[in-house]
């Protein structure tokens, strides 16, 4: 049951990572971050070498999972639960339009 639940943590936590990636109001060096770990996975280079099977794996996702987390804390709280609350809502089978939070997003941003 908890492999379950980790790998449930991790698909939302990817399925936030795209969607963080999409949003317009998000800067382009922050939606790098995520790209990066792909820079790893193809080098030579390796903490862990993949000879070691299984072990040799959990590092690389290691890697892009932290790399995730790390993009999603630079990014504004406004933004993440926006799209939380829609990956919420989608889990539930109850898709909603975002224009609103867009709008007001937007709106309070010209205010600042």
Do not use: C
């Amino acid at each position: 049951m908890r492999r379950i639940s980790l790998l449930w943590g991790f698909i939302q936590q990817v399925r936030l990572s795209w969607r963080i990636m999409r949003d317009p109001r998000v800067p382009i060096w922050i939606k790098s971050i995520p790209v990066l770990p792909i820079v790893y996975l193809i080098s030579p280079l390796d903490f862990i070498p993949d000879v070691f099977l299984l072990i040799g794996q959990i590092d690389d996702l290691a890697i892009i999972y932290g790399s995730m987390k790390l993009m999603e804390w630079l990014v504004s709280n406004q933004v993440v639960t926006e799209h939380r609350h829609t990956l919420r809502q989608e889990n539930e089978g109850k898709v909603i339009d975002m224009t609103d939070y867009t709008r007001q997003a937007r709106m309070s941003r010209n205010e600042e």
